[in-house]
T-cell receptor, first 109, second 117 residues
Framework: GQNIDQPTEMTATEGAIVQINCTYQ??????LFWYQQHAGEAPTFLSY??LDGLEEKGRFSSFLSRSKGYSYLLLKELQMKDSASYLC??????????WGAGTKLIIKP | GAVVSQHPSWVICKSGTSVKIECRSL??????MFWYRQFPKQSLMLMAT?????????EQGVEKDKFLINHASLTLSTLTVTSAHPEDSSFYIC?????????????FGQGTRLTVV
């Protein structure tokens, strides 16, 4: 079967760094997406990784290891507005997106 | 990024009535549109995938006669919740992709919060 695992909830302090992990087992792999979703709103795109390594985009970075079926989203210099759910999604061999349950990130002052 | 417009943002309807939700891709041709349902504190649940001009493909457990999907053009897909009941109350989100251009991100509409009373 297809499976995406993320921690349910994480807590971090404003100004700190947090790493949200995602492990996956899917039928084929055509890239991994990270989305941010604030409560009551639709998800917004953060990053896309298809090759191994780290992709940096401002305060957010995303890492992928295809051999390990593993990705993480790294958030630096955390701000209160970063409090949201972070969704990991893997695109399978049919280009369908398989979604993780999301990680709720709580930022404390 | 591309813009996907979903309307209405929220709707309250009486039990037994039908509600139509529209999803439009404003600046690109969406060869494929997806309809999701999301319950509080849960992730996105794919309901169906629709390709322009063809019938939607529904996920297991989703009643196609209750959730009617029409993808009449490359820029518009509609979801109609027929004979709505309180258990249909949820957050419905559409997303659009142009898979003919290869791998692309999914662009999401703003979501529709449906409350059936």
């Amino acid at each position: 079967g297809q499976n995406i695992d993320q921690p349910t909830e994480m807590t971090a302090t404003e100004g700190a760094i947090v790493q949200i992990n995602c492990t996956y087992q899917t039928s084929g792999f055509n890239g991994l997406f990270w989305y941010q979703q604030h409560a009551g709103e639709a998800p917004t795109f953060l990053s896309y990784n298809v090759l191994d390594g780290l992709e940096e985009k401002g305060r957010f970075s995303s890492f992928l290891s295809r051999s390990k079926g593993y990705s993480y989203l790294l958030l630096k210099e955390l701000q209160m507005k970063d409090s949201a759910s972070y969704l990991c999604a893997v695109q399978d061999s049919n280009y369908q997106l398989i979604w993780g349950a999301g990680t709720k990130l709580i930022i404390k002052p | 990024g591309a813009v996907v417009s979903q309307h209405p943002s929220w709707v309250i309807c009486k039990s037994g009535t039908s509600v139509k939700i529209e999803c439009r891709s404003l600046d690109f041709q969406a060869t494929t549109m997806f309809w999701y349902r999301q319950f509080p504190k849960q992730s996105l649940m794919l309901m169906a995938t629709s390709n322009e001009g063809s019938k939607a493909t529904y996920e297991q457990g989703v009643e196609k006669d209750k959730f009617l999907i029409n993808h009449a053009s490359l820029t518009l897909s509609t979801l109609t919740v027929t004979s709505a009941h309180p258990e249909d109350s949820s957050f419905y989100i559409c997303s659009a992709r142009d898979l003919d251009r290869g791998v692309t991100e999914a662009f999401f509409g703003q979501g529709t919060r449906l409350t059936v009373v």
